[in-house]
């Protein structure tokens, strides 16, 4: 069992910045990617940013240029720094990881339970 908690969200006026946490815990054997997606209310949930075990990073055009994903590998934990927030940006924010429990090459996909980020005009 993997559980993924983010912390982080609240509430910033738009121009300001907020850094998002996620640590996964639990029975882990190894994890691959993580990421963050957001949803807002009436809209599909969609990729935010995603960062492989090696480092590389992908990122939605909407934020490139403003959000930063990082991870530290020794803490299972994924960071999301974002800048210069747009109400535009406001949805609840999900963690993403796929993650190995054994030395099987089956991997399954956790979700954290969100957090919310609210960006005032």
């Known amino acids: 069992q993997v559980q993924l908690v983010e912390s982080g969200g609240g509430l910033v006026q738009a121009g300001g910045s907020l850094r998002l946490s996620c640590a996964a815990s639990?029975?882990?054997?190894?994890?691959?990617?993580m990421g963050w997606y957001r949803q807002a209310p009436g809209k599909q949930r969609e990729l935010v940013a995603a960062?492989?075990?090696?480092?590389?990073?992908n990122y939605a055009d909407s934020v490139k240029g403003r959000f930063t994903i990082s991870r530290d590998n020794a803490k299972d934990t994924v960071y999301l720094q974002m800048n210069s927030l747009k109400p535009e940006d406001t949805a609840v924010y999900y963690c993403?990881?796929?993650?190995?429990?054994?030395?099987?090459?089956?991997?399954?996909?956790?979700w954290g339970q969100g957090t919310q980020v609210t960006v005032s005009p």
């Open positions: 993403n990881a796929e993650v190995r429990t054994d030395s099987s090459r089956r991997q399954y996909r956790y």
């Open positions: 639990g029975t882990i054997f190894s994890i691959n990617a």
């Open positions: 960062i492989s075990s090696g480092g590389s990073t």
